[in-house]
């Protein structure tokens, strides 16, 4: 499994866009880039994923350049509720995949 | 939007008892795992379940632990006898088969904390 590597954390001000890089200098042909967020005392919650160039919804944008040994996620106009852990994952297309998750980026949005 | 469901939502048991934890998958998912977050710590992978058999388990999943789906609809992990450190959230998730190419999101469940005393 590709490892990633992430910001232990970030602060932001209530309004700004947030910007959490990920490495994964090893990812491999079949893996997608997944994130996810999670609010204390709950479950991860999936936010978005891709495989490479540009992908938006109605949370978030994640970029990927050609290479994909990185990606960035994209937070636009963060509010105080935005204050959690993102975790960027790499997953194996297809079939299932245990999901492991490493220390995550932990985002404090100031108001 | 269908969702993971887990119950109880917090379980206090005593050192030696069995537990069981709940979980209802989403519904036309056929891949279900459990994962468990000491406090402060990382989400750790302890199992995955497919087509009514174990397809992988983690070192922590040990004899101790053991996982069912008894009907259609429920999926559960069991602690036959728990220790001070199982004491931790339980985190259920669920996928869809995908064909290959395609991915495999896992949606989580909103966890049960476990509390050995």
């Known amino acids: 499994l590709a490892k990633t590597t992430q910001p232990i954390s970030m602060d932001s001000y209530e309004g700004q866009e947030v910007n959490i890089t990920c490495s994964h200098n090893?990812?491999?042909?079949?893996?997608?880039i997944t994130w996810y967020q999670q609010f204390p005392s709950q479950g991860p919650r999936f936010i978005i994923q891709?495989?490479?160039t540009k992908v938006t919804n109605e949370v978030a944008s994640l970029f990927i350049p050609a290479d994909r040994k990185s990606s960035t996620l994209s937070l636009p106009r963060v509010s105080l509720s935005d204050t959690a852990v993102y975790y960027c994952?790499?997953?194996?297309?297809?079939?299932?995949?245990?999901?492991?998750f490493g220390t995550g980026t932990k985002l404090q949005v100031i108001p | 939007e269908p969702e993971v469901t887990q119950t109880p939502s917090h379980q206090v048991t005593q050192m030696g008892q069995e537990v069981i934890l709940r979980c209802v998958p989403i519904?036309?998912?056929?891949?279900f795992y459990w994962y468990r977050q000491i406090l402060g710590q990382k989400v750790e992978f302890l199992v995955s379940?497919?087509?009514?058999?174990?397809?992988?388990k983690s070192e922590i999943f040990d004899d101790q632990f053991s996982v069912e789906r008894p009907d259609g609809s429920n999926f559960t992990l069991k602690i036959r006898s728990t220790k001070l450190e199982d004491s931790a959230m339980y985190f259920c998730?669920?996928?869809?088969?995908?064909?290959?190419?395609?991915?495999?999101?896992?949606?989580f469940g909103p966890g049960t904390r476990l509390t050995v005393l």
């Open positions: 998730a669920s996928s869809e088969a995908l064909r290959s190419g395609k991915t495999d999101t896992q949606y």
């Open positions: 090893n990812i491999a042909t079949n893996d997608y």
């Open positions: 891709g495989y490479k």
């Open positions: 994952l790499v997953v194996l297309s297809g079939g299932y995949q245990k999901v492991t």
């Open positions: 519904s036309n998912h056929l891949y």
């Open positions: 379940f497919y087509n009514n058999e174990i397809s992988e």
